[in-house]
């Protein structure tokens, strides 16, 4: 699934097409991806001019100057096709710009999804109104890491992977940020000192910073907006790297939690 890095570098692309531009079409395909698509978008959107796009967790956000906003997720599989020579079975999603540019939604497994939402209205929207801080943004520090996880025993990679702590976060990013920071991926989240969580907030934005500069990671059908593919799984430290040496010459392990498989170096995390 296309975690934060890949998410924030579809925004970036899209960008360069999008921003500033007068959409002329905008054709829905069929009624629904993981839920309804909503029946006016096509109204709403065509004619509009796009004033801004930004990324929330894991969605997409494309602003209007009619106040309203497209939301996107990627769900499995879903990516941005940008002026695709054709127009496939699982583009479900077209938009035409009045520059002549051409954009394709591309949802083979169809898990994403596509809202609108009044742009002042965003904050109560559903999925968006109990998430935690952004984990780039200013609000996620040691300080508050430590207030939300004070006498908690849910391990720490857990709680990193809960929305309402920090939002945004996957399985992948947080194994390779619980490796840079040394912390086993087990520990009771509530014994993590301050000045571990401290390093634990480094990492996280470390990882996330280099993953967005490598385009992300290529996993089953994600690649960016462009057609190119990310490059990031060639750094990680653990992820997917079951008995092969960490940093330190130990094989990495892997565990099963929650149907999620975690790695980790049973030497260097504590």
Not at 36 to 43: S, T, V
Not at 45 to 67: E, F, H, M, P, Q
Not at 247 to 258: I, K, M, Y
């Amino acid at each position: 699934m296309p975690e934060l890095p890949e998410v924030e570098t579809t925004v970036r692309g899209l960008r360069s097409v999008l921003d500033g531009a007068r959409l002329t079409r905008v054709e829905p395909r069929r009624a629904d991806l993981r839920r309804a698509i909503p029946e006016d978008l096509r109204q709403r959107l065509t004619g509009a001019a796009v004033t801004g796009l930004s990324r929330r967790a894991k969605y997409g956000l494309i602003d209007t100057d009619r106040g309203d906003t497209l939301i996107f997720h990627l769900g499995m599989s879903g990516r941005w096709r940008v002026d695709p020579g054709d127009i496939g079975t699982h583009d479900h999603l077209l938009i035409e710009t009045a520059a002549g540019r051409r954009l394709a939604l591309c949802d083979p497994r169809r898990f994403g999804s596509l809202d609108l939402i009044e742009t002042a209205a965003l904050p109560a929207f559903a999925p968006f109104a109990a998430l935690g801080p952004e984990p780039l943004g200013p609000d996620f520090t040691g300080r508050y890491l430590h207030g939300r996880l004070e006498g908690r025993i849910a391990p720490i990679k857990a709680m990193l992977l809960d929305q309402r702590i920090v939002a945004g976060l996957g399985n992948i990013y947080v194994c390779e940020a619980l490796h840079m920071a040394k912390i086993a991926p087990t520990r009771e989240s509530g014994s993590i000192s301050r000045a571990k969580l401290d390093s634990l907030v480094g990492s996280v934005r470390s990882v996330l910073e280099a993953a967005i500069d490598a385009g992300g990671s290529t996993l089953r059908d994600y690649a960016r907006p462009d057609g190119e593919l990310g490059y990031f799984s060639k750094q990680w430290r653990v992820y997917g790297r079951e008995g092969e040496p960490c940093l330190c010459g130990r094989p990495v392990a892997r565990r099963v939690d929650s149907g999620r498989s975690t790695f980790f170096c049973e030497k260097c995390q504590r």
